[in-house]
Every structure is written in C-alpha cells, then in structure tokens.
C-alpha cells in the first residue's frame, strides 16, 4: 500500500525568526529566506516563539502551496481589573447606627502628637546630662567583602544537535536575483519521480520520501554550495555533521547511501526549443519545464555512474531525501540520501 504523495514547502515567518514542530518534533528555525519543510497530507506544523502566539497549520489540501507567509502577532498583556470593595460588614438584625462625632477632635490631636515628643525630648536631656560622650572607638576590622571566591554553578552539558538549515552565500544571491524558490522545490519533486520511474521500470518498490533525510541532504548541498566544493565529506559545517554517517546518526539512522552531483540549469534547452516552435509561454510554466529538464539530467547522470546507480537501485533502500542548493544563478548541486528506516529530527 502506497503512503500519500509528500510535497516541499518554504515555510517564512515574519517578523522574526520562529521553531517550526511538525507532529510535535522540532524541524529547525527559520531564516531570512524560510525554512523548507517536506510533509504529507495531513501533517500538523506548529510555528512557535517566546513573547509570540503560537500559529497552527494542518496540511490537508491535496493542492500543495510552494511557500507560505506567517505573521507572528505578539502576546498582549492582560488589563488588570479593578478589584470591587469589600462590602460594610453588618450585624444581622441590628440597625446601623453612626458613631457619634466627638465635640474635642482638635485637642485630642495636639494631646497624641505632642505629648510623647515633649516626652522624648526630656528623656534625651537626662540621658545627656547623666552620661557625658567619651571618646569615639573605631569599628571592630571586618573581613573585605568577596574574600572567598564563589564557584561558577555547574552546567549542564550541552546537547549536540544538528544545525539549522541555512542559506548559502549563493542560495541568498539567487533569491535576491528574483528567480523563484518554487523552481528548486519542483526540481526536488522531479528528481523523487524521476528516481522512481526507474525503480518501478526494474521491477523495484518505490522509494518513500524521509523529512529526515531531506532535512540532512537539504543542509549538505548548502554546505557544497558555501564551499564551492563537490565532496561527500563537509568542510563548513562542523564536527558532528562531516561525514555521512555522522549526519545519519544526528537523525537516528544507522546505515545509509549519499549521490552527489553537479548540474546547470537546463533553461536555455527549453527557451530555445520554444522559441523555434514560435510558442509563447509564460515564465511559471518555463520555470516548470526548467526543473524538470534538470532533474532528468541529474537522474541520468546518475544511472550513467555505476556506483550511483548501485546506490538508486538497492532493493534494501526502502526511504530517501532530496536536497537542491543552487551554487549561482545558473548551476545547482544536489544531493540523494538512501536508507532503510526514515529517521527522525529530534
């Protein structure tokens, strides 16, 4: 039985920087240009920040959206209500009867305030005159204060976790140029099919997609992207994501395969060969024919490589992650992860 079709979706939070929890597990926070998030139908996406209200999506459309804007609205504070007073306490079954006003207030209040001032003052005149002032000692020495070093609290040790997906120098450069983020998901989508189209042409169950391991391909094409670099082993990121099974145990998986290409955008294939046709197209669907023109490249470069190929192909591979990180505005470098469990992002 078939799991339903998964999909890619930028996820921006404005105006600041929020943790997004699919299913009640932490996927990462959002940057600048989103966070890229694969899910299913039916999945639940909490979008929280402190001081912040908490945002739910459910993903039950099966038309699915390529980005989605969320504006966080701060918590405001509760307006405290007057407390009503006390009502006057009664006696039941007496009337309530006023006391009456004393006809000497004023001589009271000088009787009270004066009197035990003029007391004091004769007091003190005794005492000074019995007891004359000797001479003035100094203060026994006190210890300086902080003498005794106090040691720092311990910590607690800190928890390694997978860092953020975040965009490269190059990822920010494309966005910045206007080309369109829905181009690289749609790549992504193509290159899931595309793998697929030939594992079921072999006779192959076809592959599941993992949030978890498009979470580590997605953060190793940035990687590639930041160092210019095309390598299994990461240069950037630091210990703890370097090589692939040290990305696979950060997302509980023991064993697994990685692909690595570099491609260009096959744009100018498509402009041109509309173009002699005489058709008119629009930019959206050029952007379609774009990515998926490039994916097909990708997944034959791939079969055309003996060890990729072994990789694509493995009947024990039951789940895999895409990435796509464009290194400029017109060359991408992607990324395949397989293995037989999905994983999950702690």
Not at 64 to 89: D, G
Request: hydrophobic letters at 40%; a positive charge.
């Amino acid at each position: 039985m078939n799991s339903p079709p998964s999909h890619l979706t930028r996820i921006v939070t404005s105006p600041t920087e929020a943790s997004v929890k699919m299913n009640g597990k932490l996927l990462g926070t959002t940057k600048p240009s989103g966070l890229m998030v694969l899910w299913q139908q039916g999945d639940r996406v909490t979008i929280e920040k402190e001081g912040f209200e908490p945002v739910k999506l459910h993903f039950s459309s099966p038309q699915p959206k390529k980005s989605i804007t969320v504006t966080l609205r701060p918590i405001a504070a509760p307006i405290p209500q007057p407390q009503p007073s006390p009502p006057p306490k009664t006696v039941s079954g007496l009337p309530q009867v006023s006391a009456p006003r004393s006809r000497f207030t004023l001589r009271r209040v000088v009787l009270v305030t004066v009197a035990p001032l003029v007391v004091g003052i004769i007091v003190a005149l005794i005492i000074v005159a019995t007891h004359p002032p000797g001479p003035v000692s100094a203060p026994p020495p006190t210890a300086p204060p902080f003498d005794t070093p106090v040691p720092p609290p311990a910590l607690a040790p800190a928890r390694v976790l997978p860092p953020p997906l975040k965009p490269s120098r190059a990822t920010n450069l494309v966005l910045a140029s206007n080309q369109k983020m829905d181009k690289i998901i749609e790549t992504v989508e193509y290159v899931l099919k595309f793998t697929n189209d030939e594992r079921t042409q072999r006779g192959l169950p076809p592959l599941q997609s993992s949030a978890a391991l498009a979470f580590i391909a997605q953060n190793h094409a940035e990687n590639m992207c930041e160092s210019r670099s095309l390598e299994h082993e990461a240069t950037v990121f630091p210990d703890g994501w370097k090589t692939l099974n040290e990305r696979l145990k950060l997302v509980g998986i023991g064993q697994g395969s990685e692909n690595i290409a570099g491609e260009r955008w096959q744009d100018r294939t498509a402009n041109t060969r509309y173009a002699r046709a005489g058709r008119n197209v629009s930019q959206e669907q050029l952007d379609r024919l774009d990515a998926e023109s490039s994916a097909k490249w990708l997944v034959m470069k791939w079969m055309l490589n003996d060890d990729a190929r072994t990789k694509m192909l493995d009947r024990a591979a039951q789940n895999i992650g895409v990435g796509i990180c464009p290194v400029s505005e017109d060359a991408i470098y992607a990324v395949q992860v397989f293995s037989p469990k999905p994983g999950n992002i702690r």
